[in-house]
């Protein structure tokens, strides 16, 4: 089973309240399986409109896992805690089964 990946882009409106959220997200995550793998670095958009200032790519060992986490009593939690602390959108990526 292929890994895959949430990708949030993420406009972050009160930066105390995200560090806060981010701490219970990255335990959640740590629950199932995810990893990041880029996080808070610069963002270049390269075409089309403009990407928020913040992109986060996480890796879980599958789709279920991602799931898992994004409903998650303990991921949820901190869906609360963000509130409208950053205005955010989320992809589910499949990742791609390559041939040995």
Excluded: C, K, W
């Excluded at 972050?12 to 995200?18: E, F, G, I, K, N």
């Excluded at 609360?80 to 950053?86: E, N, Y």
Aim: aromatic share 8%; no cysteine; glycine share 8%.
């Amino acid at each position: 089973m292929p890994a895959a990946y949430i990708v949030n882009q993420v406009e972050v409106h009160d930066p105390v309240r995200y560090a806060e959220y981010a701490a219970l997200g990255r335990a959640a995550m740590a629950l199932h399986g995810g990893r990041i793998l880029a996080a808070g670095g610069r963002v270049e958009t390269l075409e089309g409109e403009p990407i928020p200032s913040r992109v986060v790519i996480i890796e879980f060992p599958s789709r279920d896992d991602a799931l898992a986490y994004y409903e998650s009593a303990e991921y949820q939690a901190a869906r609360v805690v963000r509130g409208d602390a950053a205005t955010v959108r989320f992809a589910l990526v499949d990742g791609v089964a390559l041939p040995d």
